[in-house]
């Protein structure tokens, strides 16, 4: 998309980035459209947003597509962001040389139960597709719940304790985090939400432990780049202290 020299310089960039896409639904509200559109709109801004990451060479980025607690909406909402979902999918194997020359893996993140087979089968042949690809990680959250996530986790480890393959005392934070769906990625840096919550709705909720949070009013579809430079160019500015002085 953008031309590498218009591109802002920053002082020191995040590695890893998470945007919670919220507020498609108070998009197509304002404009007298379905909810429908609103995410439509909001999976167009998810293209442009992650395209202009990669652009500006941040490593890893990850985005909030669907929580476990989003079950909960009418079905027909639920259909139409998963239909949303395979589209993308599908556009990405049909443009895979766009992806190649920007070096983006896709990666999903979430519990893979409770997704159709089509969507699944999308979902790894793209994640297949790009798994060479070493420039950026783009992770999609779909189905995803950061308790869920760390429960999963949890029940694993229990169970390779059972089996006399790790001892309690192995438990560490290092090894949680190697039993997390993003496991050998760096924590965010920086979490991003739009919409004017100012909540993390359970995104990332152990690797967020330390993310510097942005928030700001914008609905997700409106979200554009120059609102993504200001964010990191706040990031730039924070001073992080980890519990030190
Ligand atoms: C975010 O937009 C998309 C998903 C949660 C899937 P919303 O659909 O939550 O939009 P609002 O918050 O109702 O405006
Ligand atoms: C968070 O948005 C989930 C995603 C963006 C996928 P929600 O709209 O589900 O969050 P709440 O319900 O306002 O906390
Ligand atoms: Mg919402």
Known sequence: MSEAQTLPQFSVLPRHVGFIMDGNGRWAKKRGLPRSEGHKAGAKNFRKIGEYAADLGIEYVTFYAFSTENWKRPDEEVNALMELFSEYLNEVIDRIGENEEKGIHLKFIGDKNGLSDELLNLMDYTEKLTEDKKKVTLNIAINYGGRHEIACGVKEI?????????????????????????????????????????????????????????????????FSTDDFNEALRAFEHRHRRFGGI
């Open 158 to 222: 229990a169970r390779k304790v059972s089996k006399g393959e790790l001892s309690p005392e192995d438990i560490d934070e290092n090894l949680i985090s190697d039993f997390l769906y993003t496991k050998g990625q760096p924590d965010p840096d920086l979490i991003i939400r739009p919409s004017g919550e100012y909540r993390l709705s359970n995104f990332l909720t152990w690797q967020g432990a330390y993310s510097e949070l942005w928030f700001s009013d914008i609905l997700w579809p409106d």
